[in-house]
């Protein structure tokens, strides 16, 4: 498929996918009148940034260390 449509068509393909995630989720999920401590988690959101940052570095370095060494 990629060869006859191209690339680009990964990503026309991931809404229809989301567009029914969103709507499950609003179906589902209950509203959020629960008991919550209203207290934003920093600490929780630094971890996760570093870990995605970190995860994103990684795999840009292996994909250049893959292209080198197949070239």
């Known amino acids: 498929m990629l060869l006859l449509f191209g690339?680009?068509?990964?990503?026309?393909?991931?809404?229809?996918?989301?567009?029914?995630?969103?709507?499950?989720?609003?179906?589902?999920?209950?509203?959020?009148?629960?008991?919550?401590?209203?207290?934003?988690?920093?600490?929780?959101c630094i971890m996760l940034c570093t870990i995605l940052i970190l995860s994103a570095l990684t795999l840009q370095g292996v994909g250049d260390l893959v292209t080198h060494v197949g070239a």
């Open 7 to 44: 690339w680009q068509w990964l990503f026309g393909v991931n809404v229809p996918i989301m567009l029914l995630i969103v709507i499950l989720g609003v179906r589902v999920l209950p509203t959020g009148s629960g008991n919550s401590s209203g207290a934003f988690d920093w600490m929780g």
